[in-house]
């Protein structure tokens, strides 16, 4: 018997293709935003822990790109690519995520930011194109671990930024 339809959330058609994470950072909404807008920001906080980042190419604009490669801690070079679909500042990003143009495994992540008193709370939707794909990511490569750390280190980021700018 099935449940659909019961009052299920719409997002109940994409939940087995889902990684959905939020945080709490305390720091303002419009320079959590402004974190994902410059490359000088960017190539400072993202990734899991132990990651850099090389950037080859960068545009934040819809329909821009940011051609990239992450580079593991254990010396293994990620080759990624991510166009943004979307751009609402300071609330929302919208993004297309694979290894290169074109790649048909690319996932889709949308990103809201919301006030939360002095705060601001990001969720990170990511939709893959697949369950297996979406279970591939999880179990392989530790997406739902990467991708919290990776907000942890945009917290730590723009927190420090937040303690300076009071300090100086």
């Not at 000088?40 to 190419?57: C, M, N, V």
């Amino acid at each position: 018997m099935s449940a659909t339809g019961r009052g299920a959330p719409a997002q109940s058609a994409t939940a087995d293709r889902e990684i959905v994470i939020s945080r709490v950072i305390s720091a303002p909404r419009e320079l959590v935003f402004e974190a994902f807008t410059e490359v000088r920001h960017l190539s400072r906080w993202w990734g899991p822990e132990g990651f850099t980042t090389t950037t080859r190419a960068f545009e934040f604009r819809v329909g821009g790109e940011w051609d990239f490669v992450m580079h593991g801690p254990d010396g293994t070079d990620y080759q990624e690519w991510i166009s943004w679909t979307e751009i609402t500042p300071p609330e929302r990003i919208a993004l297309l995520h694979g290894e290169s143009r074109g790649d048909p495994d690319a996932f889709t992540s949308i990103l809201t930011l919301t006030p939360d008193g002095a705060a601001t709370r990001i969720e990170m939707r990511t939709v893959f194109p697949t369950k297996e794909l979406r279970d591939e990511a999880v179990e392989k490569y530790h997406a739902t671990e990467g991708a919290q750390q990776t907000l942890s280190n945009l917290a730590a980021y723009v927190t420090e930024t937040v303690r300076k700018g009071a300090e100086g």
